[in-house]
């Protein structure tokens, strides 16, 4: 007989656990089933934390390399210990990933280490290994497989010289030379490490300019930013083909105007993700894919055209970020247990974590003006900014996009220091459909970064007090 549960999982990202947990919370049976050999998903193990430690580590290599001097710190040699970098690396991994761990036991989660499959509508097999399986049984099963890195078709990955961002996260070396293709998050992200730890980090980009999601204006001055930071970028480049020769690869690609080729070390092959369903017996159960994107199709309950087989995160439409993924594994579980929860869309933050971070919520000044909507804008620089002066952190500014007619704050864009806890307001603002003037009524405490929120928002309406 098949062990039976009210829920079954496939996948223990932050979309698969988070749901997990609060399925459990709501006194559902559930069991979580992940094929690697840690929970937390591509984001504990492989993205958005390991990323970030290394985001913080090379950070501080940079400021004590060339930084320390201007606060009058005086150092001897700075030296880099890679090793040691990538252990404390992990060590930040694994506590985070044990801790899923304890919080599944507490939840008393069944969790299971195996390849799961769907066997029907209410049936999933659990390959543990070679030679063994188990079969689960559910009304109710949801995937939260995640994505994939995205390969180019002529540029396979080798997993050496011609990587994903999985394996530029445990270089044991610093690459001399480092080709980043895609000017996406995960592609500056990692090109900013390296580039910091010592390579000489080219990013060569299809589209006329980086993080081509973003607010324009913000992205022109973060590229003039990096590039002071030492990153070289060559936009509307195509690359056509690479070549491993040796312990080198030669990277062959065409601008506008004529073919280049470079070179280098390391390719990090940055151009995306893709939903990653092989495997989970989809197309036997008939469930709609989008054709374009691989997304699995779902309603507004996150149910499959096929009852009671369920998808949210990274494997379905919309930003592929943790934060939404976790959004989306609450709500689910709370739709399912029959309350009414639901993920606004509109107020999902997106941020880069370069230094200076890039942080924005809501419309870019281009989609509010494809939308044909009258809008002012408050800027405030972060160079008129008292605590920014004293963090010697100056570069970027915030941005506020407000209805011209009711004030309501559409678009939020900060580049600048320590952006991404600076957006939480932003966030707050647009979920509660606040003004620009409520922001702007709103005690902030001084000297904090936040003071540059404010003063944007009083920049809306031409009332800025420090510029
Ligand atoms: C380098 C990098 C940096 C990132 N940084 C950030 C960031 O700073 N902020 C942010 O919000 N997002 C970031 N992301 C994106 C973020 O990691 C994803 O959006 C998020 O992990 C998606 O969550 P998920 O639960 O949908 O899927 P995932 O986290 O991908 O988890 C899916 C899980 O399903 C398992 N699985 C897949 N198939 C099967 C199967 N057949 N059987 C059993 N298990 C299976 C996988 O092993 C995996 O553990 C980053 C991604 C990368 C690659």
């Given amino acids: 007989m098949p062990d039976r549960f009210d829920l079954i999982i496939i996948g223990a990202g932050p979309g698969g656990y988070v749901a997990a947990i609060r399925a459990a919370q709501l006194g559902l049976q559930v069991a979580c089933i992940d094929k690697g050999p840690s929970l937390g998903g591509t984001c504990l193990n492989i993205g ?72 029907g509508a209410k049936r999933v097999i659990v390959q543990k290994s070679d030679k063994e399986s188990t079969t689960l049984e559910a009304n109710a099963i949801l995937l ?49 490490v390296w580039s910091r730890l010592g390579s000489k980090v080219t990013v060569l980009e299809f589209l006329p300019r980086i993080v081509p999601t973003m607010d324009a204006e913000i992205a022109v001055l973060l590229h003039k930013i990096l590039e002071k930071q030492g990153l070289k970028f060559h936009l509307e480049t195509k690359v056509t083909r690479a070549t491993a020769r040796g312990n080198q690869v030669v990277v062959e690609a065409e601008t506008k105007s004529k073919a280049v080729s470079f070179e280098v070390d390391r390719v990090l092959v940055a151009v995306g993700r893709r939903p990653l369903t092989a495997g989970l017996g989809l197309e036997e159960l008939g469930i709609i894919k989008d054709a374009k994107t691989g997304q699995v199709m779902v309603d507004e309950d996150y149910q499959t055209n096929v009852k009671g087989v369920y998808a949210i995160g990274d494997l379905i439409a919309g930003p592929m970020l943790a934060h939404k993924a976790q959004d989306e594994g609450v709500a689910f579980a709370e739709r399912l247990a029959g309350q009414k929860a639901h993920v606004n869309y509109a107020a999902i933050p997106g941020v880069v974590y ?77 979920e509660f459909a606040g003004s620009s003037e409520d922001i702007a009524r709103i005690c902030h405490a001084h000297p904090t970064l936040s003071e540059a929120v404010r003063e944007a928002a009083l920049a809306v309406d031409r009332r800025a007090i420090h510029a």
């Fill in 354 to 430: 370069t230094w200076p971070e890039v942080a924005s919520v809501g419309l870019t000044e281009e989609q509010t003006k494809e939308r044909g909507q009258e809008y002012r804008i408050g800027k405030f620089p972060f160079a008129a900014n008292g605590r920014a002066r004293c963090l010697d952190e100056t570069d970027g500014w915030v941005k506020i996009i407000a209805d011209a007619r009711t004030d309501r704050v559409l678009g939020v864009h900060i580049l600048g220091p320590r952006a991404s806890d600076l957006i939480a307001e932003a966030v707050n603002v647009i």
């Fill in 48 to 119: 958005c934390i390991p990323s970030k430690a290394l985001l913080d580590s090379s950070e501080l290599y940079a400021l004590a390399k060339s930084r320390f001097d201007r606060h009058g710190i005086k150092v001897g040699d700075v030296g880099l210990d890679l090793a040691k970098m990538m252990e404390r690396k992990n060590r930040v991994v694994k506590g985070l990933t044990d801790g899923v761990a304890f919080l599944f036991k507490k939840n008393k989660i069944t969790s299971m280490q195996g390849t799961a499959g769907l066997a």
């Fill in 144 to 192: 939260a497989t995640g994505s994939e890195p995205a390969a180019l078709s002529n540029l396979p990955f080798n997993g050496t010289t011609i990587v994903s961002s999985t394996e530029a996260l445990t270089f044991d070396t610093v690459p001399g030379q480092l080709i980043v293709i895609g000017a996406g998050y995960i592609g500056l992200e990692m090109g900013s």
